[in-house]
T-cell receptor, first 114, second 116 residues
């Protein structure tokens, strides 16, 4: 595996379900990110982890719960979601050197909440 | 105020022709980075090109070049010799050093369609 991988690629869930999205990066990076991409809106940064520590939480509702057990893996735990949470969820990673930081993205998980 | 503005929701280009995708940005930080990403229908954001605010020359990567006009705060992407596989959404993004390397602001994107 190379780059950034995400599973599952597609997820349909009811509002009472609990599910998790998984992201894994094979680039030796130290920072990982969750983004939400809704139709016709710019990408929204949700969470940032740097060396496994959460450094940003952009006022994301508590029904989204991130977990970063190590620098290579990032999870997004979902519970009691709303239909407006349906979106493409993108994971990214970067080396986190400020002068050359480029974020590399995974293929995303397309989430539909019924 | 919008940090990144992409005014072209959709663009068409003939195969083998060049196309310019517009991007303007807004920042008071003298140190920043500008990025372009391509997003095919599969969903993955593919990094294309980077321009630093202090770079003297316009960035180039193969068929991609960035027309950086600092005084106008524009960072247009030029794709030369368009190919059918270039059909995708294209996003311009900016990172301000003052807000830290982690905060990347994206525009709303331009959908490019390459016509055979």
């Amino acid at each position: 595996e190379t780059g950034v991988t995400q599973t599952p690629r597609h997820l349909v869930m009811g509002m009472t379900n609990k599910k998790s999205l998984k992201c894994e990066q094979h680039l030796g990076h130290n920072a990982m990110y969750w983004y939400k991409q809704s139709a016709k809106k710019p990408l929204e940064l949700m969470f940032v982890y740097n060396f496994k520590e959460q450094t940003e939480n952009n006022s994301v509702p508590s029904r989204f719960s991130p977990e970063c057990p190590n620098s290579s893996h990032l999870f997004l735990h979902l519970h009691t979601l709303q239909p407006e949470d349906s979106a493409l969820y993108l994971c990214a990673s970067s080396q986190d050197q400020p002068s050359t930081d480029t974020q590399y993205f995974g293929p995303g998980t397309r989430l539909t909440v019924l | 105020a919008q940090k990144i503005t992409q005014t072209q929701p959709g663009m068409f280009v003939q195969e083998k022709e060049a196309v310019t995708l517009d991007c303007t940005y807004d920042t008071s930080d003298p140190s920043y980075g500008l990025f372009w990403y391509k997003q095919p229908s599969s969903g993955e954001m593919i990094f294309l090109i980077y321009q630093g605010s202090y770079d003297q020359q316009n960035a180039t990567e193969g068929r991609y070049s960035l027309n950086f006009q600092k005084a106008r705060k524009s960072a247009n992407l030029v794709i030369s010799a368009s190919q059918l596989g270039d059909s995708a959404m294209y996003f311009c993004a900016m990172r301000e050093v003052k807000t830290g390397a982690n905060n990347l602001f994206f525009g709303t994107g331009t959908r490019l369609t390459v016509i055979p």
